[in-house]
């Protein structure tokens, strides 16, 4: 039987939750009998994930789109006209696209490029962007609708105009267990921080959605009421934007110094949540977070702000969540952390084994090939 050749397209060939979640994903398509696969990303950028990609010996294509030239209608469409001659060549069955761009072009192109299926993944809400006149004729071409959290996926029900009862499957992220390359004490040699002292981290790139602020103004209360503990801020803090530049200088100010570390990028994802006490996610939106799949399924205590997606993963009546924005709430609970997370560590065990569950490859695999075979 002759194998479905399935495009997955990604923004870039970074190592960010998306473009892991695609490199995932068309693994798993690729290793069976039914399928293979081909990754496409708008742009190179650090290319990171390529190394993974070749080690997999699957088919990558830089298609050199700079995000610049998306910003009008006139060059989207020339792009896209470039595409379908591309995808006609390609002799595509279905493409999952990630992410906003990957989506819109996907489902713009897929019809004109007679390939039979494409899906609309929605995998973060993109509240921040606008539905534009192209986004308006995706409904026309009739994409198969999955979001990877329940509350993304009422979402892109209200943002397209979809009927109520309009199906949107349910895609859990990919996640799999790795070993620490450092156990607790090694890490925290390595970081220069003691044993005894408690670690708060937060594992997210410097977003404005991440909402480190909140986070640092209750770390500040902490700091003014002589709270000991250490956080460790996890991401890219050699990146050039106005967000980072105006957490460094709060940061400064407050003459918060002492008690927070930037780690940089963390290759030992494993090993950081092994050597700390609580890990957190303060975000104002997601889709749904790989950052907080992963804190659970190590048994790390967590703290989350109380968006949907996030509560999807703890459950709605996790005690350590805080509104969004509330620094004073968020404060009192990092306190009480430190002072009973030994109790709380094992009330984590069970709620790991459901993410653990729930989050796999294999369940990620299976809903997408539940989606290409029935649709």
Not at 37 to 52: H, R
Not at 62 to 87: A, C, V
Not at 195 to 224: G, M, P, R, W
Not at 241 to 255: G, N, R, T, V, W
Request: aromatic share 12%.
């Amino acid at each position: 039987m002759e194998k479905k050749k399935i495009l997955i397209l990604l923004p870039v060939f970074d190592l960010g939750g998306a473009e892991k979640q695609g490199f995932y994903a068309a693994r798993a398509l690729n290793n069976t009998s039914r399928y293979s696969t081909e990754i496409w990303a708008f742009n190179k950028s650090s290319g990171n994930l390529i190394p993974l990609i070749e080690s997999e010996g699957i088919p990558y294509k830089d298609l050199k789109i700079s995000f610049s030239e998306l910003n009008s209608t006139k060059s989207r469409l020339l792009i896209y006209f470039k595409m379908i001659k591309l995808l006609r060549k390609s002799n595509f069955y279905a493409i999952i696209p990630f992410t906003f761009h990957s989506n819109l072009m996907a489902n713009f192109c897929y019809k004109f490029a007679g390939i039979n299926k494409s899906l609309w993944f929605q995998i973060s809400l993109d509240l921040h962007i606008g539905i534009g006149r192209l986004e308006k004729l995706i409904r026309f071409a009739q994409p198969i609708y999955a979001s990877n959290s329940y509350f993304a996926g009422e979402q892109i029900k209200i943002r397209h105009k979809l009927p109520e009862n309009h199906k949107v499957h349910f895609v859990p992220n990919p996640f799999e267990l790795r070993e620490p390359l450092l156990d607790r004490s090694d890490f925290r040699k390595k970081i220069g921080v003691n044993d005894n002292e408690f670690l708060f981290t937060v594992v997210a790139n410097f977003y404005f959605e991440k909402d480190h602020l909140t986070l640092l103004k209750a770390v500040k209360i902490l700091k003014d009421k002589g709270v000991q503990f250490k956080l460790l801020l996890a991401g890219d803090n050699k990146l050039d934007s106005s967000y980072l530049k105006d957490l460094k200088s709060f940061i400064l100010d407050e003459k918060l110094y002492d008690n927070i570390i930037f780690l940089g990028v963390v290759r030992d994802v494993p090993g950081l949540l092994k050597c700390v006490d609580c890990a957190m996610l303060t975000s104002l939106s997601e889709g749904s977070p790989n950052a907080l799949i992963e804190y659970v399924a190590y048994g790390v205590p967590v703290i989350v702000s109380d968006i949907q997606p996030n509560l999807e993963i703890v459950g709605q009546d996790y005690t350590f969540q805080f509104p969004v924005g509330k620094h004073d709430v968020l404060a009192e609970l990092m306190e009480d952390m430190i002072k009973n997370n030994s109790k709380i560590k094992e009330s984590m065990i069970d709620k790991s084994k459901q993410v653990l569950k729930r989050y796999s490859v294999l369940e990620n695999f299976n809903a997408f090939d539940a989606i290409l075979e029935n649709g």
